[in-house]
């Protein structure tokens, strides 16, 4: 039973339009909704957060959306970058001491020149 | 600062044969997570460690897997024996107390065959 789904295994986007990678999730206990980057060969960065009590937050080219009631998550990548090419994926966090970080399947983003 | 380290990178081994993988964390982070990542998935923990104790280990296969964390530094995870579904990317984290931001390595990729 996935609690986490990102459903675009891949997103082929133009350099310099907006990116949206999409996760939606199934329970509602989680505290925080982060974004992790990853490219070949290398562990996950972390990218992005958002608290459960907020609907958006902000750095530089990178913004994420919280829909709670819909259980929906969404980034936006906007302008997009070569750089920007990597598996991204979505990721919940529910503290409390266990702290071990659910993952959904992540979606590759490839971005166009 | 140096990042969370991990060996070997990869390694082939035959089903039912043994094989461990050693992780030193960022300095200073009380928190240590092992995930296993199988191609096309998003990565899975296994195992949580606060310092040298156990937090979580719900998921980790106990008839086969193993994991110390002896002194509350370096990890090892160990699998006897392997089988061909335990081909993976074996991920180690590390975090400060309480943080959801954890700190990749570069993973070991396994191959049982």
């Known amino acids: 039973d996935q609690q986490v789904k990102q459903n675009s295994p891949s997103l082929s986007v133009q350099e310099g339009r907006i990116s949206i990678l999409n996760c939606d999730y199934t329970?509602?206990?989680?505290?925080?909704f982060l974004w992790y980057k990853k490219y070949p060969a290398e562990g996950p960065t972390f990218l992005i957060s958002i608290s459960s009590i907020k609907d958006k937050n902000e750095d530089g080219r990178f913004t994420v959306f919280l829909n709670k009631s819909a259980k929906h998550l969404s980034l936006h990548i906007v302008p997009s970058q070569p750089g920007d090419s990597a598996v991204y994926f979505c990721a919940l966090y529910s503290g409390g001491g266990a702290d071990g970080l659910t993952f959904g399947k992540g979606t590759h983003l490839i971005i166009q020149p | 600062e140096a990042g969370v380290a991990q060996s070997p990178r990869y390694k082939i081994i035959e089903k039912r044969q043994s094989v461990a993988f050693w992780c030193n964390p960022i300095?200073?982070?009380?928190?240590l997570y092992w995930y296993q990542q199988i191609l096309g998935q998003g990565p899975k923990l296994l195992i949580q460690f606060q310092n040298n104790g156990v937090v979580d280990d719900s998921q980790l296969p106990k008839d086969r897997f193993s994991a110390e964390r002896l002194k509350g530094v370096d990890s090892t995870l160990k699998i006897q024996p392997a089988k061909l579904e335990d081909s993976a990317v074996y991920l180690c984290?590390?975090?400060?107390?309480?943080?959801?931001?954890?700190?990749f390595g570069p993973g070991t990729r396994l191959t049982v065959t």
């Open positions: 329970n509602s206990m989680f505290d925080y």
């Open positions: 984290a590390s975090s400060l107390q309480n943080s959801y931001e954890q700190y």
């Open positions: 300095s200073g982070h009380a928190t």
